[in-house]
DNA sequence: AAGAGACCCTGTTGGC
DNA sequence: TGCCAACAGGGTCTCT
């Protein structure tokens, strides 16, 4: 569930709280929720470094240390970043803690244990392969009009499959998805090839649109999602089509119809997002 | 190569 | 009321 606005909440709440702080212990309850190393050496590796600085890239967030590392983590569907200034017990659902030298903690409180943390020297970065296969930053000069009006052009499966892969622009989730589709005015179901500029343009504009939303409202909280202070987001009040199937479309009051693409969810107004451009 | 579906996870929901 | 299947979904893997 954490998505682009999601993240980036997070990140720029822990921003302050976090950077300068140097790792005393590092505990872990589920060593498979580590990609690519095993707790204890995660521990070793982390204990004694010092956080630098706090990135996000698509619904990556990433931890960079002094000694080039750099901690990555993806929280899914229902991954937490909690912080605490002081050390505090976590519940059954806590699966990684840091516990730095002031005694402050990070916990990652995920009930489905879905996230996942990878640990990687922070030269490297630029070159892992999930983010070599990672579109433009929607907010990036990198992601135009054009650029994605090539993207789409090269695929014939429908827009939203394309949004949800993240090559064509990092960043959207189902929520999000959904509603940059009902911003845009464009079905969901259109094969991505089939867009016209037209539809290309106002679809770039939605995309930052429902995100720039979705951050300035702390984000989506719909299920599990709270800021690294444990606080709901408000953004859930806004949407216009995620989870109303069956609803009253805001714009014209045509019942909201659902699909299935992509194994997810999908809403949207049969008359507001004609399968015609 | 592209596209579709399974899989990992576990709490919640809906149907019988 | 109780039980169980289906569902939620991001990214990765496998199969066609």
């Known amino acids: 569930m954490p998505e682009l606005p999601e993240v980036e909440t997070i990140r720029r709440g822990l921003e302050a709280k976090v950077i300068g702080q140097k790792i005393a212990t590092v505990r872990v309850w589920r060593p498979n929720q580590l990609t690519n190393i095993t707790p204890s050496q995660l521990c070793n590796q982390l204990q004694g470094d010092t956080i630098e600085r706090l990135v996000r890239r698509g619904k990556y967030l990433l931890f960079f240390f002094i000694r080039n590392q750099a901690l990555v983590i993806h929280l899914r569907m229902t991954g937490q970043l909690l912080y605490y200034p002081e050390e505090?017990?976590?519940?059954?659902?806590?699966?990684?803690?840091?516990?730095?030298?002031?005694?402050?903690?990070?916990?990652?409180?995920?009930?489905?244990?879905?996230?996942?943390?990878?640990?990687?020297k922070a030269d490297e970065v630029p070159r892992w392969d999930p983010f070599v296969q990672l579109g433009p930053e929607p907010f990036s000069d990198a992601f135009t009009v054009e650029a994605l009006q090539n993207s789409l052009s090269k695929r014939r499966t429908a827009i939203k499959n394309v949004l949800l892969s993240q090559k064509a622009v990092a960043g959207l989730g189902n929520i999000y998805a959904d509603e940059a589709l009902f911003r845009a005015q464009i079905n969901p179901l259109r094969p991505a090839n089939s867009l016209i500029l037209a539809e290309v343009s106002r679809l770039q504009t939605a995309i930052r649109q429902v995100l720039m939303d979705g951050i300035r409202y702390g984000g989506t909280s719909i299920r599990d999602y709270v800021n690294s202070a444990g606080t709901p987001g408000?953004?859930?009040?806004?949407?216009?089509?995620?989870?109303?199937?069956?609803?009253?479309?805001?714009?014209?009051?045509?019942?909201?119809?659902?699909?299935?693409?992509?194994?997810?969810s999908t809403v949207y107004c049969p008359l507001c997002q004609p399968m015609m451009a």
């Open 88 to 120: 505090i017990e976590g519940d059954c659902y806590t699966r990684l803690v840091l516990t730095f030298e002031s005694s402050a903690q990070l916990h990652l409180r995920d009930v489905r244990a879905l996230a996942r943390i990878t640990l990687l």
């Open 234 to 264: 408000s953004n859930q009040e806004h949407l216009q089509v995620y989870g109303r199937k069956g609803q009253k479309c805001h714009c014209c009051g045509t019942r909201l119809e659902g699909c299935r693409l992509g194994g997810r």
